[in-house]
């Protein structure tokens, strides 16, 4: 449910004039290293009505990009053989 509503802000609540600020919040999600400050990243996005520009789109799909990152890392290991403490689901 929280990534529904971080997509819809992500898509519907920027506007070509607040391309500057997704991209502030964008390249802080990218540079977290853990899910929670990814997440608090996402907060800090504006949020306005109307449809967004073709370049706010894309930043925001980076955005998302780099968010499920952080959650395939922080996702415990399901693998029985896996090697204890290794701490990642991802390859």
Avoid: F, N
């Avoid at 529904?4 to 991209?23: E, N, S, T």
């Amino acid at each position: 449910m929280l990534r529904a509503a971080v997509i819809a802000i992500a898509l519907c609540g920027c506007r070509d004039k607040q391309v500057d600020a997704v991209r502030a919040v964008r390249d802080e999600v990218c540079a977290c290293r853990e899910v929670a400050c990814g997440e608090a990243a996402m907060k800090k996005l504006p949020a306005s009505p109307g449809s967004p520009g073709h370049k706010a789109q894309q930043l925001a799909s980076e955005m998302m990009t780099c968010l499920s990152k952080l959650y395939l890392k922080d996702r415990p290991i399901e693998d029985p053989d896996a090697p204890a403490g290794s701490g990642s689901a991802a390859p």
